[in-house]
Each structure stands twice: as C-alpha cells, then as structure tokens.
C-alpha cells in the first residue's frame, strides 16, 4: 500500500515536520552542514536512533542531504538541499511567534538545544 501525505497544507507540515525534533535539526543545519556527532552534542536529550531515523527521513524528503567522504570511518555531514532551505522563513516565524508568546506568557522552559 503506497502511504501519502495529507492533502491539507497545514497536516502536510505537521506530517514532515514532525514532534519537536525535526524542526531542531533542521534549525541547526541552517548556514552550512554538520557532522552527525556534532547535532547530536547541541540537540542534547534527542538519541542517536532517533536522530538517525529523523535525518534519514529527512533526506528521503529532500529536506536534507547527506554527505560522506568515504573514508573509513566515514564522517558523514548533513546540511540543507536547496528545496530544504525554503523551510528557513517558516523556522523563523516560528521563532519570532515563540519568543513573543514567552514574553507575553512566561515560564520556565527546558533547553532542548546546546548554546552554540
């Protein structure tokens, strides 16, 4: 059985962009591409499967690239492809709404990412 996406636009977002993991990752590679290891140490608490799963996910979306240098032990980078890069505006409105709603509704929060 062939699985499809959600024809609305806003279940489509939510079906690529997942839980809270992908739009992390994908913030992270904005501005150049990164080692597997390296978005494993600023996304602390996401684990390697999942980050494995989520990354290769993302790739298969066209979202993302995937790049080995073929030398053993293959470090292998991620960065965004050219159609993953249009996912920049809605990141960045995604940041500005929650920066305003966490000034108009303060509370603790979290960190789910490293300080950079």
């Known amino acids: ?3 499809t996406l959600p024809s609305l636009g806003v279940e489509t977002m939510i079906a690529v962009f997942g839980g809270k993991w992908r739009p992390l990752i994908m913030l992270h590679l904005i501005g150049g591409s990164r080692q597997f290891l390296e978005l494993q140490r600023i996304i602390p608490g996401i684990s390697q499967k ?3 799963q989520h990354l ?3 790739v ?5 690239f995937r790049k ?3 030398e053993a ?4 980078s991620y960065g965004l492809t050219p159609y993953g890069e249009t996912v920049i ?4 409105a995604m940041c500005k709404w929650g920066h305003n709603h966490h000034r108009r509704h303060p509370r603790k929060r979290r960190h789910v990412t490293a300080q950079i």
């Open 73 to 76: 032990p293959a470090p292998v």
């Open 89 to 92: 505006p809605i990141l960045d």
């Open 68 to 70: 080995s240098s073929g």
């Open 1 to 3: 059985m062939r699985e």
């Open 56 to 58: 290769k996910e993302l």
């Open 60 to 64: 298969g979306e066209d979202i993302v």
């Open 50 to 52: 999942v980050l494995t």
